[in-house]
């Protein structure tokens, strides 16, 4: 609210873009970028009107979330904006009729414009604003409206679900390309049992919350990245079934180098999937896997970086 009391004061007029934005990927990208372009040409302020939990917590069954709110939020900044209002979506929201919500939040609140959305944005009470009524209510007010068509990949519409469905499936390639970037997670280093260590290959335990979502359980080659830094590393995504535990979590191995994490904010970059998780007969046999692994991995470094 405090936000957008400053907005209105400041009477500064802007072009707007609304969404839930979660994996900020290509088609998301396309419709930002947009806004930021039109916001350049009229010398208008660039707006991204979000959430900080996704309307579906309030209005729908809560989706798995492909981005941290650090990451989304770096994402949402690469684009150029100028502006990031984040909401939270609640019950009061939701209630809000398509015209009560237009007026308030885009006319009144944000000066709007000019606003930009994709070719499926609903907005207002039970969704029932929809691309007629938003032309509409733009036509009434002077409002210039543009709607962008559907990114594809490989023939087939970018979305926030798909992603989510080839992720889960181990589709990393075909995620990353609808991305637009490597999918990335982030969260702190936690201490763990141990057990990599004492099998020589020490791993850093990465949290992250249960809203987040995990891609399918298995190897992964990637880039653990600290500060500035970047390292290689082999990503067990899964949940240790050859030692008994049964909870999901994030354990990567660098490469060629030892640090120490504990404590350290990070970030894990999912580079290429490897192989599923599987259940071993014991240490020994788990730890001649992880040498395939490894020569695995440094195949497609090679690859990679040739």
């Not at 894990?268 to 001649?288: D, H, W």
Request: charged share 25%.
């Amino acid at each position: 609210m405090q936000a957008r009391q400053e907005f209105a004061k400041n009477r500064t007029n802007s072009v707007v873009t609304i969404g839930n934005f979660d994996g900020v990927h290509r088609g998301h990208q396309r419709i930002i970028k947009r806004t930021v372009q039109l916001a350049h040409e009229l010398n208008l302020l660039s707006v991204v009107l979000s959430f900080s939990n996704h309307s579906d917590t309030v209005v729908g069954e809560s989706p798995l979330l492909i981005n941290t709110s650090k990451v989304r939020h770096q994402l949402l900044a690469n684009q150029g904006i100028d502006l990031l209002l984040e909401v939270e979506f609640n019950p009061q929201l939701a209630m809000l009729e398509p015209d009560v919500f237009f007026q308030t939040w885009l006319l009144d609140s944000l000066r709007m414009k000019q606003i930009v959305v994709g070719y499926d944005f609903r907005f207002g009470y039970e969704g029932k604003g929809d691309f007629e009524l938003l032309k509409k209510l733009c036509d009434e007010y002077g409002v210039i409206f543009e709607r962008i068509s559907p990114e594809k990949e490989a023939g087939e519409i970018i979305s926030s679900s798909k992603i989510r469905q080839l992720l889960a499936e181990g589709r990393l390639e075909q995620a990353n390309k609808m991305l637009g970037y490597n999918f990335v997670i982030e969260g702190e280093v936690i201490k763990g049992e141990q057990r990599g260590r004492q099998l020589g290959y020490p791993t850093a335990n990465i949290q992250l919350g249960p809203e987040y979502l995990l891609p399918c359980y298995g190897v992964y080659l990637v880039k653990l990245k600290l500060n500035a830094t970047s390292y290689y590393g082999l990503a067990n995504v899964g949940i240790k079934p050859t030692f008994g535990k049964y909870f999901p979590l994030v354990e990567v191995y660098l490469m060629d180098i030892e640090i120490d994490l504990y404590g350290k904010n990070v970030q894990v970059e999912f580079l290429q999937f490897i192989r599923p998780e599987n259940r071993f007969a014991g240490p020994e046999a788990l730890k001649r896997q992880i040498e395939w692994d490894l020569k695995a991995a440094r195949k497609m470094i090679e690859t990679e970086i040739n």
